[in-house]
């Protein structure tokens, strides 16, 4: 009785262990209610959504002028800029933020005890920010192109460019995010420690500020990040060959943003298995 005892016990763990959903599915359902809890707070939705297009218009219409020598206008211009901008707002400092307060609210602490892989937490918050950013994209290529004149490319290896541009961007703006997370000290300065460096990266990358008028010093320091590539990978996207001779070397180095991007793939997630912590520093 006892040896019979002893040998389905083990059968018994086996079976309920293999019962147990993997990280991949326990991923999609945690995306799912990331998802949910977004959508359910109106006024993040409306912020998030809103305020890169609120930018776009504001640019877009201050500075219409055509931009001499290169056949675009200025709004031209900021639209494209303005994508990669919003892509970054709904990664990195979306997830900058929100992993902060969600520490700090010990709602980390909470989940790193219970049986769920660590991998699912981080494949929902992939999917949110997937989500939110594909939105995000494509409400801003609808008021670029319907408001401020911004050409949609019409053959599919332009859209293939842009899709590995987006996919790159996302991936190293939400990694970043997810290792800056770990450096304010709470919740309620979590977002003066993200916004200020990402409004910094903005001006000096060429989303507010045409690279042409950045000094090559701030262009060098924000070459060391993601957005200014993504920028300048979508004014290849989206503006004639003729807008590249405002680059700072005259073409869009379509081969040095991906390997800018992806070395930011993987050098972030390395950065976040280095610096990521369930816990606040005084819980340690």
Do not use: H
Not at 194 to 214: A, D, E, M, N, R
């Amino acid at each position: 009785m006892t040896s019979t005892t002893a040998t389905t016990a083990p059968a018994a763990a086996r079976k309920a262990s293999a019962a147990l959903p993997g990280a991949w599915s326990l991923g999609l359902s945690r995306g799912a209610l990331e998802l949910k809890q977004f959508f359910r707070l109106r006024d993040q939705v409306i912020f998030t959504f809103a305020f890169p297009v609120v930018f776009l218009a504001l640019f877009a219409s201050i500075f219409s002028d055509d931009v001499e020598g290169a056949g675009i206008t200025a709004s031209q211009l900021y639209a494209a800029g303005m994508l990669a901008a919003g892509i970054m707002s709904t990664s990195f400092q979306s997830l900058g933020i929100s992993i902060a307060i969600e520490r700090d609210e010990k709602v980390l602490r909470r989940l790193r005890g219970t049986p769920m892989p660590p991998a699912a937490y981080f494949l929902g918050k992939v999917w949110m920010v997937l989500a939110t950013g594909t939105v995000e994209t494509l409400i801003l290529l609808g008021a670029g192109s319907g408001l401020f004149g911004l050409d949609l490319p019409t053959d599919a290896v332009s859209w293939l460019t842009f899709a590995w541009i987006f996919a790159l961007g996302l991936a190293s703006c939400a990694l970043l995010g997810i290792a800056i997370s770990s450096l304010p000290k709470s919740g309620k300065s979590a977002s003066s420690v993200v916004v200020l460096p990402f409004l910094i990266l903005q001006f000096i990358s060429g989303v507010y500020i045409p690279v042409g008028t950045v000094p090559d010093w701030l262009l060098d320091i924000s070459a060391l990040f993601p957005l200014k590539w993504m920028c300048q990978g979508f004014r290849g996207v989206f503006l004639p060959q003729s807008a590249s001779v405002l680059e700072q070397t005259g073409s869009w180095e379509y081969g040095k943003i991906a390997l800018v991007l992806g070395a930011w793939c993987a050098g972030g997630l390395v950065l976040c298995l280095l610096t990521f912590r369930w816990k606040n520093r005084r819980d340690a």
